[in-house]
């Protein structure tokens, strides 16, 4: 291959010039005085400081269709984009030091088709809960005062066995102490139940509201629930696996201490404590860990076993579901963990203020340093009534921001808005060119 000599080669117009100016355009080792910006196409206040080697700027207007060159009003860069860092938004020129643009926000439910701030995450909730308040507050309101009506009888009961219990005389049989005992565990195996229940087929619900809330459509209860009720016995299956996952260091530490003390051996309370902090960390690891399983089971499809047309997809498996929770926490468990954290502390504050607002009355109707007097039915139908209301506002807030999490996650991770927005019927500039067909 013959080789062009060095007078013939062409020459890059500003090769000299780049040759004496500083390391980058429009920088000097002395700064500026400060000006404003001039939009393209208007004269430019005269500042009389140019950059060592350059000649000033030219006032001219900007022929209409041609951007601004480099240092000329604002635009966005001329050649390729930089290269994007790990966190920023795929799509669009980096927000540099004074230039550049950022992707327009497409948000056509309630939340930014983007990757997620924590803040966007409690707005996204709290909007999901105004716009949709008949799925969100109103079936919230029906289950929390099933589960308060249920717990309030197991809750009547569950004291009337303990009075009995303290009043048996010293000649009681152990059938009546059996018996008394059965019942106070009884009613508190009822009231744990049907809260577990409730709850999980609640947050299944809401789940699938808020999955429709991100695409800006709105469910009523009637189409939530048709749209759930196939996989929420599963998911009651789902909760029970993922409630074993997380206590099985615990389990097994429970074991190893029963074991240390039927041998008597000697030191065995460092090894307590030590096995029990392991424990504690290890249920916390894999509650965050397993945390998205929810929302990937209630949203996520395997296809159709048929191939023939309008065949419904299959919902995933509880296995299927649990691992890819896994994948969408690997290398973001510290976040997941501190937004899981925030959430339920904000659904812990208002659970207590609405409880101390709803225990007022008894402060000027009953003793409050009786504890027989907490425990009259007048009361304790009081508690309820605070458990529906805190029920009715942090129930679907916590199903919300949860959702809301496993929505960010897939955006970071499998590029998930890519998906949302061909299902809205939009365009994210950068990142999909042309608007996709509606639904």
């Known amino acids: 291959m013959s080789e062009t000599p060095d007078s013939e080669r062409p020459r890059d117009e500003g090769q000299d010039a780049r040759a004496e100016r500083a390391p980058y355009p429009g920088w000097s080792t002395q700064q500026p005085p400060t000006s404003g910006w001039t939009a393209p196409g208007q004269q430019p206040p005269s500042t009389g400081w140019t950059a060592p080697g350059q000649q000033p700027p030219s006032t001219g207007s900007i022929p209409p269709g041609q951007q601004p060159s480099a240092g000329q009003g604002w635009g966005p860069p001329s050649g390729p984009p930089p290269t994007q860092s790990p966190g920023q938004p795929p799509g669009g020129w980096g927000s540099g030091a004074g230039w550049g643009w950022q992707v327009p926000t497409v948000k056509p439910g309630v939340i930014p088709l983007r990757p997620l701030g924590v803040g966007e995450i409690l707005d996204g909730a709290v909007t999901t809960i105004r716009r949709n308040p008949g799925p969100m507050l109103g079936l919230s309101a029906i289950v929390a005062v099933i589960v308060q009506l249920a717990g309030l009888a197991a809750a009547w009961a569950m004291f009337r066995n303990i009075e009995t219990l303290e009043a048996l005389p010293e000649t009681a049989t152990l059938d009546d102490v059996v018996s008394a005992t059965a019942g106070i565990f009884g009613s508190a195996g009822i009231i744990m139940v049907v809260n577990w229940i409730a709850t999980v087929i609640l947050t299944g619900i809401l789940t699938v509201v808020v999955s429709r809330a991100v695409l800006g459509h709105h469910l009523t209860v009637a189409e939530a629930w048709d749209r759930a009720r196939r996989r929420l016995p599963k998911l009651l299956l789902l909760t029970v696996v993922y409630a074993l996952i997380c206590l099985t260091p615990l389990i097994a530490t429970m074991a190893l201490i029963a074991l240390l003390v039927a041998a008597g051996a000697d030191g065995a309370a460092g090894v307590v404590v030590l096995a029990t902090l392991g424990a504690i960390a290890g249920a916390i690891w894999l509650y965050v860990r397993y945390s998205l399983a929810t929302p990937a089971f209630m949203l996520e499809s395997t296809p159709a076993r048929t191939q023939q047309p309008g065949a419904e997809p299959r919902p995933i498996g509880i296995g299927l579901a649990l691992r890819r929770s896994a994948q969408l926490v690997r ?109």
């Open 331 to 439: 290398r973001s468990w510290w976040r997941v963990f501190g937004i899981l954290i925030l959430v339920w502390l904000v659904a812990v504050i208002v659970t207590q203020v609405v409880g101390v607002l709803f225990s007022i009355p008894f402060l000027f109707v009953g003793d409050p340093f009786d504890p027989a007097a907490a425990t009259t039915f007048g009361m304790l139908a009081l508690s309820a009534l605070g458990g529906i209301v805190s029920t009715t506002i942090t129930a679907p807030f916590l199903a919300a921001a949860v959702a809301l999490l496993y929505v960010d996650r897939r955006i970071r991770s499998e590029a998930l808005d890519i998906e949302l927005a061909r299902a809205a019927g939009v365009t994210i500039p950068g990142r999909t060119d042309q608007p996709p067909p509606a639904g």
